[in-house]
């Protein structure tokens, strides 16, 4: 009977264990949706150095190596701001978005249990797309580029949702982007 009792006991007393660290546990997968406003210029065919602004959206996912050091890719997408639709009647670039997928490296350094600062960087691809208007006609071009995006935040979590506030700066041969992001994610 003691050996039952004992085969039982720690057979058990593992799960235990592991249910009562399981909230200590460090969640190693989120997933993630930003929204945000910025500015742009735009270096192209038909626009050199033309600065605009964008309405933007990006969802990504992350992989945590470590509890403060993970892999992010993500895929962003933009379109005209209001300032851009408000003097896009003076332009001859109109329609201006872009789109594509990146990742980066992601580092965080937590103040307490709840809060920590973040910073991000890695590569983009970009497919930069927009209609060149002329008096009588219209064409539309695009145009992908690599590049490179940084990004620094404050971040507030508890358990399994947070909520972040970001700077993000991107980079590329057609665009460089200018930003403040508002996001929200769970952790799994």
Sequence with gaps: MKIITLAVLLSILPTMIMTANADEAPYQHIIGINWGYGSTVL???????EEGDMFIGEYHYRYMIQPNLGIEAGYKDAVNGIG???VSSLNSVKDISFSGPRVSAYADYPFGDIFSIYAKA???????????KTENQSQDYDKTSLGSEIAAG??????????????????SDTLELD??????????
Aim: no cysteine; aromatic share 20%; glycine share 8%.
């Design 154 to 171: 404050l971040s507030w979590g508890f358990k399994h949702i947070g909520f972040n506030i970001e700077y993000n700066y991107a980079n």
């Design 122 to 132: 890695g590569l983009t691809y970009y497919e930069l797309e927009y209609t060149y």
């Design 43 to 49: 270096d192209t065919k038909h626009a050199k150095n």
């Design 179 to 188: 930003a403040v992001m508002l996001g929200a994610s769970v952790r799994f």
């Design 84 to 86: 851009t639709i408000l």
